[in-house]
């Protein structure tokens, strides 16, 4: 099952066009486990702090 992406797609395609480069259609997914895997992180770092709020500090 794919997850929920947390990316508009059109907004990173316009980053990286902007830099004279072209965006591969599996980037963005890519991009997407990258944005889930580093908020992942941040809640357990948060839950072992005993915090429920995550915090820029987290990630």
């Known amino acids: 099952m794919a997850k929920?992406?947390?990316?508009?797609?059109?907004?990173?395609k316009n980053v990286i066009?902007?830099?004279?480069?072209?965006c591969a259609s599996e980037t963005i997914d890519a991009l997407n486990d990258c944005v889930h895997c580093c908020i992942k992180k941040a809640?357990?770092?948060?839950?072992?702090?005993?915090?429920?709020t995550v915090q820029a500090k987290d990630l």
């Open 17 to 22: 066009k902007s830099e004279g480069l072209m």
């Open 4 to 12: 929920e992406s947390l990316l508009v797609s059109s907004k990173v």
């Open 43 to 52: 809640m357990d770092r948060a839950k072992a702090n005993g915090r429920r």
